[in-house]
């Protein structure tokens, strides 16, 4: 895969990866206390919605509907 290919795939597994980690942060929420799992969990979440997205607008790729 060329370096370009690999950044457009970028964004769709953040979106993958929050899908994947919100089962968690549910779960461990659930008992009512924040724990270092869950802080984590949600670190984590948070920089890929950053992250999701700072690249697509760095590539000059923003969709129209999302303005």
């Known amino acids: ?4 290919v690999t950044v457009s795939f970028l964004p769709t597994l953040l979106v993958m ?3 994947a980690i919100a089962p968690f942060l ?3 929420a ?3 206390q924040v ?3 869950f802080l984590t969990a949600y670190a984590i979440a948070v920089l890929s919605d950053i992250f999701d997205g700072v690249i ?3 590539q000059h790729r923003c969709l129209a509907t999302s303005r």
Do not use: H, I, N, V
Request: no cysteine; glycine share 16%; aromatic share 10%.
């Open 56 to 58: 697509p607008g760095s």
């Open 17 to 19: 990866l929050r899908f």
């Open 30 to 32: 659930l008992d009512g």
């Open 1 to 4: 895969m060329t370096r370009s």
């Open 35 to 37: 724990g270092l799992p």
């Open 26 to 28: 549910l779960w461990d």
